[in-house]
Structures are given as C-alpha cells and as structure tokens.
C-alpha cells in the first residue's frame, strides 16, 4: 500500500521552496535558490527548513524576508524551464478557486479553518461520488489551509484598499471623511473612517479604515493615525473637503478637538456635527408632548420583542402587509437612536 502523500502549503515558501506537480499529480517541493527538486516526503516545515538552513543560512539569502520570496516565487513560476522538465507549477484556476473560496468565508463572516476542517473534504466527497477519483485529485491540489485563508483574505483586502486609493486620487473633485472612535468588547478603542467620493460622475461611498488606538485617545492620536495612514498611501489633507464627526469634545472641542487640528493644517476643509448624533441628542431635550409619544412608542416595542411569541406574531403580521420591515430593534440608551 502507498504512503499518504503530501500537501504543499503557501507557509513553505518562507523556506525558499514553490511547488511543482509531477504528472501523477503528486507533489514536490522545488527550492527556488540551488533548484533542488525534493521528493514529496520532504513536504514538511522541519525538512524544509533544514534544507535551507544548511546550505543557504549563511549566504545571501539569510534575511531574507517572506514578502521578498514571495516575489521570488512568482518569478520561478513565471518561468518555462519547469514545464521542459516535466513539472508545471501551481496552476492559475487553482490560485484562482483558492481565492474564490477565501472570499465566501469572508463574506460569511466564517472562521478561516472552515476550508480545511469543513470545505475541502465536503467538495473531495462530492467530486468523488459525482465526478471521480480523478476529479478528486484535482480538486485535492486547492490549498485551503487556515494559513493560506488568512493570506488569500489579507491580499484581497489589500487589493480593495489600493483601489479604493486609486479612486480617491482620480477623483475630480475632493472627498469627504466621517470618523467615529469607538470601544469594542475587549476595550481597544477603535477609529473607523468611511469616506465619500466621485467616481465616473456617481456618489460613492467605502469604507476606508478601521484602526486601533493602542493607548490614550485624545484628539492628537487620532490625527496622527489619520495622518500616518495618509502618508502610506499618498494621500494629503488638500484632497479633502469636509469631515464629519461625533459630538465629543475630542472630535469638536473647538481648541484642541481633532476637527480644530484638522483645520489648522487645512482651514479649507468644512468640519461637520454627524446628524444622526444629533438626533440622538435631541431626543433627550423633547418638549414635554412629543416625550410623552416616544415614551409610549418604546414601551410598545419592547412589549412586542419581550415576547417570543409577540415578535413571531408581529413579524407574520408585518408579511401579510406588505411591510418592507419585519423585525422591531430594541430602543434603549446606550444607543445613539434611541431615548
């Protein structure tokens, strides 16, 4: 009976290695420095290492980073010497249903081992009963590996972030920010930035980024990171027009708030008070009458989503009218839109 054979994984290539497939479809590690060709039970982290460690630890290559060899990689497979020789690298549709595949968890919200834990032996059983054994080979060779995931994610959002990018300095007229910093259930505070745009005569709006504020939040922290983050992708604060804010004293404080430091370095931009908090602000001081109303409105939503039942009855009631909303949101007031 044959040994199991190995799988190639992406984390190899931090040992200077690609992968080739022989025409069995089994796989071998190819090092991309001395072009050594292992046998496929060398497809292992200890093995590899060692092979590096040996003959090329000492040499140029000795600090030699992941994202320099990955670089590398592309060249070796870019090359036609492999095919000559009988081997192909991994293959484009591959790279390509490894990404496809990273996408839908992401969007999922999923955890990045449902590919290799879940995924994977799910399409493997299928292609075998539907397809075949050969199907099943084929589709074998998709690398989905918690590690290879969480690549495939980081590029993807790397990619849509640099286009993002591009759009803000093509764009023909200058963009608008809105910032909120926030504390999330591990108490990082956490400065999200959305931005709006014009691109091909349409409004359009992205999120731009979300970063965390390690230590204190005051105004000055919150500028420098904006700062820094303009800085790494060419951006400058004359391609903005407006930015808009929360009503707190380190966003609006008219000294030393972030939209005073703001306009000290671009008096130009227009700094704005978020409506939505200012609704939420306004709710508190209603007259009297109007008080009364929303009292009443949340006291009739809370009585319908204290119930299991009630809310069942209600969202059913909510399908027989037509109702584009089915679902009633707990007001409360450790929210912005709520009393």
């Not at 299928?126 to 495939?152: F, H, W, Y």
């Not at 591990?186 to 980024?209: P, T």
């Amino acid at each position: 009976m044959s040994s199991k054979k190995r799988k190639w994984s992406d984390e190899y290539v931090q040992y200077g290695f690609t992968c080739i497939t022989e025409r069995d479809e089994s796989q071998r590690p190819n090092c991309m420095i001395c072009n050594a060709k292992l046998s496929n039970s060398s497809l292992a982290p200890a093995k590899l290492r060692e092979h590096f460690l040996k003959l090329h630890g000492d040499g140029q290559y000795k600090n030699t980073t992941l994202a320099e060899f990955k670089v590398k990689r592309a060249r070796f497979d870019e090359k036609a010497t492999l095919p000559v020789l009988g081997f192909v690298p991994i293959n484009k549709p591959i790279l390509t249903a490894s990404y496809e595949v990273a996408y839908l968890i992401a969007k999922q919200g999923k955890p990045h081992t449902i590919g290799e834990t879940l995924i994977k032996p799910a399409v493997l059983k299928m292609a075998n009963i539907m397809l075949g054994k050969a199907a099943e080979v084929k589709l074998s060779q998709i690398p989905l590996s918690n590690d290879t995931i969480s690549d495939r994610i980081e590029d993807m959002s790397k990619d849509i972030l640099a286009q993002v990018v591009a759009d803000l300095i093509s764009s023909p007229a200058k963009f608008s920010l809105q910032l909120d910093e926030t504390t999330d259930v591990s108490n990082l505070s956490q400065l999200a930035v959305f931005v709006r745009y014009v691109k091909d005569d349409v409004i359009k709006e992205d999120f731009l980024f979300c970063k965390p504020l390690t230590t204190t939040t005051k105004a000055a922290d919150v500028k420098k990171l904006v700062d820094d983050f303009f800085k790494d992708n060419n951006l400058s604060w004359d391609m903005v027009s407006a930015v808009c804010l929360d009503g707190a004293p380190v966003m609006l404080g008219r000294k030393s708030g972030f939209g005073a430091l703001v306009k000290a370095d671009a008096p130009h931009i227009i700094v704005t008070h978020c409506i939505l908090h200012r609704h939420a602000l306004a709710t508190k001081t209603l007259p009297p009458k109007l008080a009364e109303v929303l009292k009443i409105v949340v006291e009739c939503v809370n009585y319908v989503r204290n119930s299991a039942l009630r809310h069942r009855i209600f969202s059913e009631l909510g399908k027989e009218m037509g109702s584009e909303f089915e679902v009633l949101l707990y007001h409360s007031n450790v929210r912005w839109l709520s009393r």
